[in-house]
């Protein structure tokens, strides 16, 4: 039996996907297609078929004129998993993290505390400077040590798709040493890993903010570039940070070596993030806390959009306004949420925590909010052909919980712990 196959049996309930959509919005973001009594068969890491239980027997939901041949458990002689009556679903897909970093910035988090605000502990050096220190005087192997640390915890809370970017090197051999240590995370860790490239993060000490988007745009993406060390680029175009126009300059720059687009903007001001992400047709467009009606138009003039991205984590930990996601799945946007998983503004790259908060602070469905973490999020990154829904022929990621009585109990259940096993690429993973 070739590695990557499996039967899971005995699903209490399962989210399927009948549609092969790349990204769902508006009303379908609140319609999950569940299957009770289920089963799912994994060849060769892929989905292979799904079905249920009728009256005793099996049943495939196959729609091919050969459904009946479609493979029974009690006829299976490979490996299966009992899932023991709980649910499956995909797994989730997390678009917009920073999790390749040196150290802890908890010193920030009592600074917070005190009523200290995000930009007022940039300024004093802290924030995204800090981590370029510590990162700047730690190994390549040391960061990946750690890194991975990470990235075995969010595969444990049930996430099987990440990005990562840079920006915590601010230099060009520590953007790529950050850029090295993802290429190797992805060549070693079970779940898909996309890289991006965000040297313009914030103003490296001992530079004017022309000298280093000249930096940037001269000679670390070139370098970037020439290596194929990510996938996407990204730019943080927002108050006190980067201008609409620099941000423009970059993105083009990085759309020369094959990056694509993406934006960290409106989260700290109306930036104009938006604006620049449509122009430049970006593949998402993050945060949005400051997002306004202008914006949501903007996004709309585009076919298809920018995936706005929002990341609740980020607003709860910061004690900040949440972005208007219930307004962006009115508006028929395909929202994803995100964990932003990093030192400072967002400690926890926990998905599940992510879809609670999504739902108790934004006012999404537990649907809506499921879609935006697994089918949309991957889409945010490229991936929605492959990951992040249960359909036949996508790749093989999906977690099992414990018996629970329905998939809102997911996020109203917002602490306690549910995953029972991970299975990626087939494998059973925990």
Known sequence: MDKGCLLIKNIGLMAVDRHGKPFVCGKEMSQLDIVHDAWLLIEDGRIKDWGTLIQGREASFAESPDAAASPSWERWEGPSLDAQGGAVLPSFCDSHTHLVYADSREGEFVDKIQGL?????????????????????????????????????????????????????????????????????????????????????????????????????????????????????????????????????????????????????????????????VAHHALSVDHLESMTDKDIKSLKSLTPSPIPTALPGTSFFLNMPFAPGRKMIDARLPLAIASDYNPGSTPSGDMKFVVSLACIKMRLLPAEALHAATLNSAAAMGLSAHYGSIARGKVANVFITHPIPSLDFLPYAYTTPLIRHVVLQGNIIY
């Open 117 to 277: 605000s995000y930009a007022e502990i940039a300024r004093r050096g802290g924030g995204i400077l800090n981590s370029a220190d510590r990162l700047h005087a730690m190994s390549e192997d040391e960061l990946l040590r750690r890194s991975m640390l990470r990235i075995d915890e969010i595969i444990g809370k049930g996430t099987g798709a990440v990005e990562i970017k840079s920006g915590y090197g601010l230099n060009t051999a520590d953007e790529l040493k950050m850029l090295r240590v993802i290429r190797r995370i992805s060549e070693t860790a079970p779940l898909k890993v996309m890289a991006t490239f965000l040297g313009a993060h914030a103003v490296a000490r001992g530079y004017t903010q022309e000298r280093y988007v000249d930096l940037v745009v001269n000679e670390m993406i070139p370098e970037v570039g020439r290596q194929q060390l990510a996938d996407f680029i990204d730019v943080f175009c927002d108050e006190g940070f980067f201008t609409p126009a620099e941000t423009a300059r970059i993105l083009e720059a990085g759309a020369k070596w094959g990056m694509r687009p993406k934006i960290h903007g409106q989260e700290l001001a109306d930036s104009g993030g938006v604006e620049v992400a």
